[in-house]
Protein backbone atom coordinates (compact mmCIF):
# COMPACT_ATOMS: atom_id res chain seq x y z
CA UNK A 1 0.00 0.00 0.00
CA UNK A 2 1.00 3.54 -0.62
CA UNK A 3 2.06 5.89 2.16
CA UNK A 4 3.81 9.01 2.95
CA UNK A 5 5.30 9.44 6.01
CA UNK A 6 6.19 12.91 8.27
CA UNK A 7 8.38 13.06 10.82
CA UNK A 8 8.45 15.13 13.52
CA UNK A 9 4.65 15.21 13.60
CA UNK A 10 5.66 18.52 15.99
CA UNK A 11 8.16 20.95 16.82
CA UNK A 12 8.59 23.84 18.51
CA UNK A 13 11.60 25.95 18.06
CA UNK A 14 12.57 29.57 18.78
CA UNK A 15 12.63 32.17 16.10
CA UNK A 16 15.94 32.39 14.54
CA UNK A 17 16.15 28.84 14.72
CA UNK A 18 16.82 26.37 11.62
CA UNK A 19 14.63 23.43 11.35
CA UNK A 20 14.59 20.36 8.44
CA UNK A 21 11.44 18.45 7.93
CA UNK A 22 11.24 14.62 6.60
CA UNK A 23 8.68 13.02 4.21
CA UNK A 24 9.98 9.59 3.54
CA UNK A 25 7.74 7.64 0.83
CA UNK A 26 6.91 4.18 -0.61
CA UNK A 27 4.81 5.29 -4.07
CA UNK A 28 4.32 2.57 -6.56
CA UNK A 29 3.80 5.39 -9.17
CA UNK A 30 5.61 8.25 -8.44
CA UNK A 31 5.52 11.25 -10.37
CA UNK A 32 6.32 14.09 -7.76
CA UNK A 33 7.04 14.82 -4.39
CA UNK A 34 5.13 18.32 -3.21
CA UNK A 35 5.47 20.41 0.19
CA UNK A 36 2.53 22.56 1.12
CA UNK A 37 2.24 25.04 3.77
CA UNK A 38 -1.38 24.76 5.59
CA UNK A 39 -2.48 27.58 8.37
CA UNK A 40 -5.78 28.29 9.54
CA UNK A 41 -7.44 27.94 5.82
CA UNK A 42 -6.21 25.33 3.08
CA UNK A 43 -2.41 24.42 2.12
CA UNK A 44 -0.92 26.43 -0.34
CA UNK A 45 2.33 25.68 -2.37
CA UNK A 46 5.28 25.01 -1.74
CA UNK A 47 7.37 23.10 -3.79
CA UNK A 48 7.32 20.50 -6.18
CA UNK A 49 10.02 18.36 -6.91
CA UNK A 50 10.46 15.36 -10.02
CA UNK A 51 14.32 15.07 -10.02
CA UNK A 52 16.92 13.63 -7.61
CA UNK A 53 19.66 15.83 -6.31
CA UNK A 54 18.09 19.18 -7.21
CA UNK A 55 17.28 21.86 -4.46
CA UNK A 56 14.46 23.86 -4.56
CA UNK A 57 14.91 27.29 -2.95
CA UNK A 58 12.58 29.95 -2.17
CA UNK A 59 14.12 32.99 0.46
CA UNK A 60 14.00 30.93 3.61
CA UNK A 61 12.84 27.82 2.42
CA UNK A 62 14.39 25.05 0.72
CA UNK A 63 13.73 21.36 -0.31
CA UNK A 64 15.34 18.17 -1.89
CA UNK A 65 15.05 15.11 -3.18
CA UNK A 66 16.53 11.34 -2.95
CA UNK A 67 14.78 9.25 -5.56
CA UNK A 68 16.72 6.36 -4.40
CA UNK A 69 16.21 6.68 -0.93
CA UNK A 70 12.52 7.69 -1.43
CA UNK A 71 13.07 10.59 0.97
CA UNK A 72 12.76 14.35 0.85
CA UNK A 73 14.05 17.47 3.17
CA UNK A 74 12.47 20.82 3.80
CA UNK A 75 14.64 23.43 5.25
CA UNK A 76 13.36 26.50 6.74
CA UNK A 77 16.24 28.62 8.14
CA UNK A 78 16.08 31.87 10.55
CA UNK A 79 12.42 30.91 10.93
CA UNK A 80 9.39 33.67 11.95
CA UNK A 81 6.53 33.40 14.08
CA UNK A 82 5.16 33.56 10.36
CA UNK A 83 6.19 30.11 9.45
CA UNK A 84 4.22 28.56 12.16
CA UNK A 85 1.54 25.93 10.68
CA UNK A 86 1.41 22.34 9.16
CA UNK A 87 3.74 21.67 6.48
CA UNK A 88 2.18 18.58 4.42
CA UNK A 89 4.06 16.38 2.00
CA UNK A 90 2.43 14.42 -0.64
CA UNK A 91 3.25 11.92 -3.86
CA UNK A 92 1.58 12.41 -6.63
CA UNK A 93 0.82 9.23 -8.48
CA UNK A 94 1.32 9.57 -12.07
CA UNK A 95 -1.26 6.74 -12.88
CA UNK A 96 -4.60 8.60 -10.92
CA UNK A 97 -2.77 12.19 -10.49
CA UNK A 98 -4.04 11.85 -7.04
CA UNK A 99 -1.90 13.40 -3.97
CA UNK A 100 -0.72 11.00 -1.27
CA UNK A 101 -0.02 13.09 1.92
CA UNK A 102 1.44 12.64 4.86
CA UNK A 103 0.16 13.66 8.30
CA UNK A 104 1.67 16.54 8.33
CA UNK A 105 4.41 18.38 10.85
CA UNK A 106 3.09 21.02 13.23
CA UNK A 107 5.97 23.57 13.49
CA UNK A 108 5.32 26.24 16.12
CA UNK A 109 8.04 29.42 16.19
CA UNK A 110 8.01 31.42 19.27
CA UNK A 111 9.40 34.91 19.64
CA UNK B 1 -0.50 33.08 -11.51
CA UNK B 2 -2.33 29.19 -10.53
CA UNK B 3 -4.72 30.26 -8.39
CA UNK B 4 -7.86 28.73 -7.29
CA UNK B 5 -10.93 30.25 -6.01
CA UNK B 6 -14.21 28.00 -3.89
CA UNK B 7 -17.12 29.83 -3.22
CA UNK B 8 -18.97 30.16 -0.58
CA UNK B 9 -15.98 31.02 2.35
CA UNK B 10 -18.25 29.57 4.92
CA UNK B 11 -21.95 28.77 4.90
CA UNK B 12 -24.22 27.73 7.43
CA UNK B 13 -27.36 25.74 6.70
CA UNK B 14 -30.27 23.93 8.23
CA UNK B 15 -30.05 19.72 8.53
CA UNK B 16 -32.02 18.45 5.45
CA UNK B 17 -31.30 21.36 3.13
CA UNK B 18 -28.54 20.83 0.59
CA UNK B 19 -25.24 23.23 -0.46
CA UNK B 20 -23.87 23.71 -3.35
CA UNK B 21 -19.86 24.50 -3.13
CA UNK B 22 -17.95 25.88 -6.47
CA UNK B 23 -14.34 25.30 -6.93
CA UNK B 24 -12.94 27.80 -10.15
CA UNK B 25 -9.12 27.74 -11.31
CA UNK B 26 -8.96 31.36 -12.35
CA UNK B 27 -5.92 31.58 -14.84
CA UNK B 28 -5.47 27.85 -16.03
CA UNK B 29 -7.53 25.20 -17.14
CA UNK B 30 -7.81 22.11 -14.88
CA UNK B 31 -8.94 19.10 -16.81
CA UNK B 32 -8.94 17.39 -13.19
CA UNK B 33 -10.42 19.03 -9.79
CA UNK B 34 -10.08 16.91 -6.81
CA UNK B 35 -12.29 17.02 -3.50
CA UNK B 36 -11.15 16.46 -0.14
CA UNK B 37 -12.69 17.02 3.31
CA UNK B 38 -10.62 17.72 6.34
CA UNK B 39 -11.73 17.34 9.89
CA UNK B 40 -9.72 19.60 12.60
CA UNK B 41 -5.70 18.33 13.03
CA UNK B 42 -6.46 16.00 10.72
CA UNK B 43 -4.52 15.60 7.30
CA UNK B 44 -7.26 15.90 4.48
CA UNK B 45 -9.30 13.07 3.16
CA UNK B 46 -9.81 12.77 -0.52
CA UNK B 47 -13.82 12.48 -1.36
CA UNK B 48 -13.44 12.17 -4.90
CA UNK B 49 -11.96 13.38 -8.36
CA UNK B 50 -13.61 15.57 -10.42
CA UNK B 51 -12.70 15.24 -14.39
CA UNK B 52 -13.94 17.71 -16.88
CA UNK B 53 -16.99 16.05 -19.03
CA UNK B 54 -17.12 12.26 -17.19
CA UNK B 55 -18.68 11.48 -14.44
CA UNK B 56 -16.47 11.70 -11.23
CA UNK B 57 -14.34 9.01 -9.16
CA UNK B 58 -15.72 8.74 -5.27
CA UNK B 59 -13.35 7.20 -2.71
CA UNK B 60 -14.45 4.33 -1.19
CA UNK B 61 -16.59 4.80 1.52
CA UNK B 62 -17.67 8.02 0.18
CA UNK B 63 -21.64 8.21 -1.04
CA UNK B 64 -21.92 9.68 -4.41
CA UNK B 65 -25.57 10.19 -4.04
CA UNK B 66 -24.88 12.36 -0.86
CA UNK B 67 -22.04 14.38 -2.35
CA UNK B 68 -22.75 14.77 -5.69
CA UNK B 69 -19.97 16.31 -8.22
CA UNK B 70 -20.20 17.92 -11.49
CA UNK B 71 -17.01 19.31 -13.84
CA UNK B 72 -19.09 21.05 -16.17
CA UNK B 73 -16.04 23.32 -17.76
CA UNK B 74 -12.47 23.07 -17.87
CA UNK B 75 -12.37 25.88 -15.26
CA UNK B 76 -15.52 24.98 -12.81
CA UNK B 77 -16.38 21.75 -10.42
CA UNK B 78 -19.12 22.14 -8.19
CA UNK B 79 -19.74 19.93 -4.37
CA UNK B 80 -23.45 19.69 -3.81
CA UNK B 81 -23.72 18.51 -0.37
CA UNK B 82 -27.18 16.82 -0.69
CA UNK B 83 -29.71 16.56 2.57
CA UNK B 84 -26.99 17.58 4.78
CA UNK B 85 -26.45 16.43 8.15
CA UNK B 86 -24.65 17.86 11.46
CA UNK B 87 -22.24 14.77 10.33
CA UNK B 88 -21.11 16.24 7.32
CA UNK B 89 -20.02 19.44 9.00
CA UNK B 90 -16.53 20.12 7.78
CA UNK B 91 -13.76 21.79 5.88
CA UNK B 92 -14.69 21.10 2.28
CA UNK B 93 -11.04 21.93 0.13
CA UNK B 94 -10.74 21.30 -3.64
CA UNK B 95 -7.96 21.33 -5.63
CA UNK B 96 -7.13 21.54 -9.42
CA UNK B 97 -4.70 20.26 -11.38
CA UNK B 98 -2.19 23.23 -14.23
CA UNK B 99 -1.86 19.53 -16.49
CA UNK B 100 -2.62 21.35 -19.76
CA UNK B 101 0.51 22.28 -20.69
CA UNK B 102 1.44 23.94 -17.29
CA UNK B 103 2.83 23.09 -14.17
CA UNK B 104 1.51 19.68 -13.60
CA UNK B 105 0.98 21.13 -9.89
CA UNK B 106 -1.89 20.79 -7.48
CA UNK B 107 -3.00 24.27 -5.82
CA UNK B 108 -5.82 24.57 -3.42
CA UNK B 109 -8.62 26.88 -3.53
CA UNK B 110 -9.02 28.63 -0.04
CA UNK B 111 -11.96 25.56 1.14
CA UNK B 112 -15.40 26.25 2.35
CA UNK B 113 -16.54 25.70 5.82
CA UNK B 114 -19.81 24.01 6.25
CA UNK B 115 -21.57 24.05 9.10
CA UNK B 116 -24.86 21.89 9.62
CA UNK B 117 -27.12 22.74 12.35
Known amino acids: EDKVVQSPLSLVVHEGDTVTLNCSYEVTNFRSLLWYKQEKKAPTFLFMLTSSGIEKKSGRLSSILDKKELFSILNITATQTGDSAVYLCAVEDWNTDKLIFGTGTRLQVFP | GAVVSQHPSWVICKSGTSVKIECRSL??????MFWYRQFPKQSLMLMAT?????????EQGVEKDKFLINHASLTLSTLTVTSAHPEDSSFYICSARDGLGGTDTQYFGPGTRLTVL
Open chain 2, 27 to 32: DFQATT
Open chain 2, 50 to 58: SNEGSKATY
